[in-house]
């Protein structure tokens, strides 16, 4: 046999690189959503998170000592779309596996299969324009198999298409395998489970540079598949999928299942008008999971929600990534961005949530299911079209909710809800502006509460608004609003306008400035208002021109503020307060 060296694989990889994409457009399909993809990325990947993701890529064995053409005199292959092949490539895959290993090369051409191909250790399946197609037969459901106990196995430059029309798989990796690199592919078929996992024991698995579309399910993990860890699923693409692109499915059997996943660097789609099942659309799934990372992943059109946590994972950072549009297919309320309802110690950091039909960010409960222990900070949400910006609901006397310096902005619906009897919640320093409803809206009032910080403005309903739950005082510290009045007449007041509440009780300092061009008035009052009576002291005064900032007064339960100046035209006003407020 001839021996490859390092430089002849890479020779050949780089030859594949070229050569793979070309071999998938005999369909006409997948060249065209490739180079749809391509573009998102180029306009929606932050440069700096997708250089974090290759830190997580490994490197798969170069040297092998035997190389098994199925296409030689010795195993028959015609790879010519018509003759059943199954026989001549399980031949090279065992003889690969008597000698210790080797590459089986499959090279250009279309290899009809009926029956599971079984991969052994030490083994690299390799292609160049290969194409393997299953025919619907019932002889067996999957292409490749990578069977029990296997190690140091390579699936590489393949384009594994399962035509079954049930329960039918492309690559099926059994129980306590490991080190296994499934790069550079293409996946289709669509009833097909692309990847699966259902198997316990599986551990140090690649999954990097593939393409998926118009398939069933990316990759699945299901209920038997405990006890597996250091899955890598990075820079894929996921097309049109009909279902869930990436399902970790372990509902109920959480410290069991999963662990130590990370799924980085992915282009996911999942668009309404393909899949049907009420049960599925998710871009990324996780029930029962623990130790995830979810880092820059470009999420677009997925039609039931982009992320979904549920079934008590625990342990998940959710970091970095865009959310591009999630549709109401089904339509239950639930279609947001980010999806939590049965979760624990999860961060959601620097993602960029925009055209989500309910919510951008949704904690929810049910009867024992919570979102815990969460930290929501430094989301951009925008433009939900529905629901409102973030959601945020539970029923824990030990809830432990962070939401901190996030930008929520118009949104249809409230900027920031809040529902249930949480304890312990802090929302600090966010800015919420411009949404349909109000910025911050308390359905129900909770104890443990820490409310400051935060930026409120041209909310329609209003900056603050609380429904008929919200019973007990919650307090409420250092708000600031900045508004825009328009002065029609010169040496005229404009209107008053509403900054933000102060409850039925507030004391305080407030910062007040209006400015026009050039032209200042700053002030600083100290303040006090019991819920029938506001008093002010002025501290101090600094101005320029002609403009004045007025003496602020209530109206009901608002602060509100106005200007004067010699020049007509628009005012721009800023208040700040810093004190407490004793919100109801």
């Known amino acids: 046999m001839k021996k490859w060296t390092a430089f002849g694989i890479v020779c050949v990889l780089i030859f594949m690189m070229f050569t793979i994409t070309a071999s998938a457009t005999t369909t006409g399909k997948v060249e065209t959503a490739s180079n749809r993809m391509e573009a998102s990325q180029t306009l929606l990947v932050n440069s700096e998170i997708q250089d974090s993701v290759k830190k997580y890529l490994s490197d798969a064995p170069v040297e092998y000592a035997n190389v098994f053409n199925v296409k030689s005199n010795k195993f028959g292959a015609a790879g010519n779309g018509k003759k059943n092949d199954t026989a001549a490539i399980q031949l090279a895959l065992n003889q690969a596996k008597k000698s210790g290993g080797g590459v089986v090369y499959l090279p250009e051409g279309t290899y009809v299969v009926s029956n599971n191909l079984y991969i052994y250790s030490g083994t690299k399946v390799m292609g160049a324009r290969a194409k393997i197609t299953k025919t619907n037969t019932k002889a067996d459901f999957a292409v ?14 393949l384009w594994l298409n399962n035509t079954q029309t049930a329960g039918n798989i492309s690559i099926d990796i059994h129980k306590n395998v490991n080190n296994v690199w499934i790069m550079n592919n293409t996946f289709t078929g669509i009833h097909s489970q692309a990847i699966n996992m259902n198997n316990p024991g599986i551990e140090h698995v690649q999954i990097s540079g593939n393409h998926f579309e118009k398939v069933s399910y990316g990759l699945l993990t299901n209920k038997m598949a405990v006890s597996i860890k250091d899955i890598r699923v990075i820079n894929n693409q996921f097309i049109d999928i009909y279902s869930d692109a990436i399902e970790l499915n372990h509902p109920g059997q959480a410290n069991e299942a999963e662990e130590h996943f990370v799924i980085a660097g992915n282009y996911i789609s999942v668009p309404k008008g393909l899949g049907k099942s009420k049960m599925a659309g998710f871009g990324i799934g996780i029930a029962g999971a623990d130790n995830i990372t979810i880092t820059g992943n470009v999420i677009e059109k997925t039609r039931y929600e982009a992320i979904h946590i549920e079934g008590g994972a625990k342990y998940l950072n959710i970091i970095g990534n865009i959310i591009d549009g999630v549709e109401n297919d089904p339509d239950v309320n639930l279609n947001s961005g980010i999806y939590i309802i049965d979760g624990s110690f999860i961060t959601i950091s620097g993602n960029n949530i925009h055209h989500a039909y309910n919510y951008g960010i949704h904690l929810e409960y049910a009867v024992n ?41 118009n949104n249809t619906g409230d900027g920031i809800q809040v529902d249930g009897s949480i304890r312990n919640l802090k929302i600090t320093d966010n800015i919420v502006n411009d949404n349909s409803r109000y910025g911050l809206f308390f359905k129900k009032s909770g104890f443990g509460w820490y409310i400051s910080g935060n930026t409120l403005s041209g909310n329609s309903a209003g900056n603050i608004g609380t429904g008929e739950g919200f019973i007990t005082p919650v307090p409420l510290r250092d708000q600031s609003a900045a508004i825009t009045a328009v002065l029609n007449k010169a040496n005229d007041n404009t209107p008053c306008k509403d900054v933000f509440s102060l409850g039925t009780g507030a004391e305080g300092l407030l910062y007040l400035t209006a400015k026009q061009g050039a032209a200042y008035s700053t002030k600083l009052y100290r303040i006090s208002w019991d819920g029938t009576l506001l008093t002010h002291e002025l501290v101090s005064h600094d101005h320029q021109g002609t403009i004045q900032a007025l003496d602020p007064v209530m109206n009901g339960k608002s602060l509100q503020v106005q200007a004067s100046s010699g020049q007509s035209g628009s005012i721009e ?11 109801k």
């Open 369 to 409: 299911h919570n979102a815990k222990n969460i930290i929501i900070s430094d989301n951009t949400v925008t433009e939900s079209r529905k629901g409102g910006g973030i959601r945020i609901a539970g029923m824990s006397v030990d809830s432990n909710l962070i939401l901190s310096q996030n930008i929520v902005t």
């Open 144 to 157: 490749l198999v990578i069977a029990a106990g296997q190690h140091n196995v390579v699936v590489e430059g």
């Open 573 to 583: 006003i800023e208040a700040q307060f810093e004190g407490l407020i004793m919100l």
